[in-house]
């Protein structure tokens, strides 16, 4: 049962212009979301979170937006550069699932000079 | 954030034998656990790593395979024991500190032949 899903698992976007990256969940228990980057042969990196009391989170080029109606959220990357070309994965935590983070499947992002 | 030191960042084991992982958190965190991610897929939760006391191990994951210890609040290993091909992932550790953050160390990525 995949909990958290990223259903495009790639996105090619022109350099300046904008990146959306889109995430699902089910379990409408899931209380506190992050985005994360990862690089080959890295750790996935943090990179901007939201909790369920908002529907928006910005910092700098990164923007989530999060719609619990539809249990649906997205990442926004404004104006995207090569250097974020990158697998960003979603990931949920509720209170009651021990602080654990259930992550989608990634979603590898291209950005393109 | 905390800083997570992991090692041995790649390893190339025989079938049968045994790896162990290690992470060291630089700072103390609340909770650590366990993630591998299998080629081309997402990060799968292996076990919560509890300080002093047993893992608590997700479905499909047992202690025999894959035995955890934490024995403070800043280190914990992961043995990988008994090796077959399909254990060839990459293993991550990753920490919650107080304030909600979680940061991953950088990966140990396990051929095994």
């Known amino acids: 049962d995949q909990q958290v899903k990223q259903n495009s698992p790639s996105l090619s976007v022109q350099e300046g212009r904008i990146s959306i990256l889109n995430c699902d969940y089910t379990?409408?228990?899931?209380?506190?979301f992050l985005w994360y980057k990862k690089y080959p042969a890295e750790g996935p990196t943090f990179l901007i979170s939201?909790?369920?009391?908002?529907d928006k989170n910005e910092d700098g080029r990164f923007t989530v937006f999060l719609n619990k109606s539809a249990k649906h959220l997205s990442l926004h990357i404004v104006p995207s550069q090569p250097g974020d070309s990158a697998v960003y994965f979603c990931?949920?935590?509720?209170?009651?699932?021990?602080?654990?983070?259930?992550f989608g499947q990634g979603t590898e992002l291209s950005v393109k000079p | 954030s905390a800083v997570i030191s992991q090692k041995p960042s790649r390893d190339i084991c025989q079938r049968g034998t045994s790896l162990t992982i290690q992470c060291q958190v630089d700072?103390?965190?609340?909770?650590m656990f366990w993630y591998r991610q299998q080629p081309g897929q997402s990060l799968t939760l292996i076990a919560t790593?509890?300080?002093?006391?047993?893992?608590?191990?997700e479905s499909g994951f047992v202690i025999d395979k894959f035995p955890i210890s934490r024995p403070n609040l800043t280190f914990s290993t992961l043995t990988v024991s008994n090796m077959s091909p399909e254990d060839s992932s990459i293993y991550l550790c990753?920490?919650?500190?107080?304030?909600?953050?979680?940061?991953f160390g950088s990966g140990t990525r396990l051929t095994v032949v």
């Open positions: 790593a509890n300080q002093g006391s047993e893992a608590t191990y």
């Open positions: 379990n409408s228990m899931f209380d506190y």
């Open positions: 990753s920490g919650r500190d107080a304030g909600y953050g979680y940061t």
């Open positions: 700072s103390q965190v609340t909770m």
């Open positions: 939201i909790s369920s009391i908002k």
């Open positions: 990931a949920a935590n509720s209170y009651n699932q021990g602080g654990k983070l259930i």
